[in-house]
């Protein structure tokens, strides 16, 4: 795990799927400084999306 500088702003973020029953959530820590192309494949490994096509 990487240590984050302690002066920087972290962020925690929830990420739901609606219309989904039971509920499909995670909750992640990400820096303040993350830029959104990396935040998207952020969020697509941590709901363990490959970002290709659907099926």
Do not use: F
Not at 31 to 43: A, T
């Amino acid at each position: 795990m990487r240590t984050v500088d302690s002066l920087a702003h972290v962020y925690q973020l929830r990420v739901e799927l609606l219309y989904l029953k039971p509920a499909i959530c995670r909750q992640i820590l990400v820096p303040g400084s993350i830029e959104r192309p990396k935040l998207n494949g952020v969020l697509l490994w941590t709901m363990g999306w490959d970002g290709g096509p659907p099926p």
